[in-house]
């Protein structure tokens, strides 16, 4: 999908007008393994930019989600909490975490895919 | 891939989960050539390891296989692991891989007359096979395995190649280990997974064997216990034969015996989500009593399982203690060992008829 962005921390944002999807990138759930659980906000909470607002655990650890963008979360992935390995299986389809209604301006440091894949190819060696 | 004593493992092939439920529900083939193998002979064999392990070697009859341990003066684990009696003066000796160069130095160290002791770790090569359905799944060309008993071996063929088929594991399972040459073994490892993909085989990697190992409840030397955990500690005073005669940390152990030990690895259970990781606090009515040194979360039961070291002589089945995890309490419960009981024949070696 070529409107996707991605940031440093491996998360990814979709935009339809106000309205942000938040998910991890394949190469995280990758680097995590099988995922086993989430720990999710509640809708309605305001989230500021890169604050913590949950956790992903795999077998082999456990990782802290970072917001993207602001803004006020209007909807939370519920089929994760049954099927946390969506996030495995289809991390920029059905393994979406979270939407956000954004609170002023996408951030200018969001990457494209290009870049986004410097960054991960840095990370893995 | 991650390094696990020197050696490259791939943490897994596919999923971690897939291939944990292979194990329990068909069978996975891992590749455990990191495990040290040490060959050692002489008329004087098996007083020499009697002299350097805790269990009892006498009664081993040639074809069968013990778990021991291998302990310092002062009764700590210099290291847990399998001996094979081949014939009356040579044994195969099954060494962790992070421990292989410690232990061989310590038993290089007591060598006496009429003893080699060999490092036959690169040249020939170990792969497990391990499920309830390994059994019926072994490769044409393989030799009739039905009369080996659990911890029994021998000579025989896998896909007819040669090498030494052993009834043991680490996974709670039925299975074999396979020693075979290393020239040979890749001729193996496919003729398995080819033959037995259709019934739902899978290589499995280091994720599925610490869960496997961690549902059996069977120790990894490092996590659950190291030189400083005496084998009454660890849970494996059974593997200690005070009865047998004179061993390197026998005196240490009588007084532990007696005494009673301080400390005890209990198993207990999370609700799904909280995992326990390695070195998190245990604590009881609001008072730190221990650690955790393995957790995971079971695909298989559906809920995280862990071990811990707590510095109190027990707790009861059933008892509620807390558990950090991510910087957090999470409600705990005590249960039975092992957590899961696959289809493994029985988890003591038979002695000599």
Request: aromatic share 8%; glycine share 10%.
């Amino acid at each position: 999908m070529a409107d996707r962005r991605y940031t440093k921390t491996h998360e990814w944002v979709t935009v339809d007008g106000k309205t942000v999807t938040v998910g991890i990138t394949d190469f995280a759930q990758a680097q995590l393994g099988d995922v086993v659980f989430l720990e999710l906000p509640s809708p309605g909470r305001k989230l500021a930019m890169r604050e913590t607002f949950g956790v992903v655990e795999s077998v082999k650890a456990a990782s802290d989600l970072y917001a993207p963008v602001a803004g006020r979360i209007s909807a939370v992935n519920d089929k994760l909490t049954t099927k946390p390995e969506l996030i495995n299986s289809d991390p920029y389809g059905e393994g979406w975490i979270l939407k956000l209604e954004l609170a002023g301006e996408l951030p200018s440091d969001l990457l494209d895919e290009s870049e986004y894949k410097k960054v991960t190819e840095g990370a893995s060696h | 891939m991650v390094d696990f004593g020197g050696w490259e493992l791939p943490q897994q092939y596919t999923s971690i989960r897939d291939e944990h439920l292979a194990v329990r529900k068909v069978a996975g083939l891992f590749d455990i050539s990191h495990m040290g193998r040490l060959v050692v002979e002489g008329a004087g064999a098996e007083a020499y390891l009697q002299h350097l392990m805790t269990n009892d070697l006498a009664p081993l009859g040639a074809g069968h296989a013990i778990y021991t341990l291998m302990c310092k003066e002062d009764g700590g684990a210099i290291d847990d692991l399998v001996i094979y009696r081949e014939t009356e003066d040579r044994f195969l000796v099954v060494v962790n891989a992070s421990n292989r160069e410690k232990d061989t130095a310590w038993m290089r160290k007591h060598l006496g007359q009429g003893v080699t002791l060999e490092d036959h770790t690169p040249d020939l090569s170990l792969i497990a096979f391990q499920g309830p359905k390994a059994h019926e799944l072994l490769p044409r060309g393989s030799s009739e395995t039905e009369d080996i008993p659990y911890f029994g071996f021998r000579p025989g063929k896998v896909a007819g190649v040669s090498g030494l088929i052993s009834r043991t594991g680490y996974t709670g399972e039925d299975g074999f280990e396979l020693f075979i040459d290393s020239k040979d073994v890749v001729k193996v490892w496919d003729a398995i997974l080819d033959e037995g993909k259709s019934a739902g085989v899978l290589p499995a990697g280091l994720g599925a064997r610490d869960a496997t190992r961690l549902e059996a409840a069977l120790r990894l030397y490092g996590n659950d216990m190291d030189e400083t955990v005496n084998p009454y500690e660890a849970g494996l005073g059974w593997t200690v034969k005070l009865g047998k005669g004179e061993f390197v940390g026998r005196d240490a152990l009588v007084a532990v015996k007696e005494q009673g030990a301080k400390r005890t690895l209990i198993g207990f259970k999370t609700e799904p989500g909280n995992i326990p990781r390695h070195g998190a606090a245990v604590s009881h009515a609001g008072r730190r009593v221990g650690v955790v040194t393995s957790g995971t979360h079971s695909f298989f039961l559906g809920y995280p399982v862990a071990l811990a070291m707590i510095e109190v002589p027990s707790f009861p089945v059933g008892e509620k203690i807390a558990v950090e995890v991510r910087g957090r309490e999470a409600q705990a419960e005590v249960v039975n060992l092992p957590f899961y009981r696959g289809s493994a024949r029985s988890v003591v070696a038979p002695a000599k008829s």
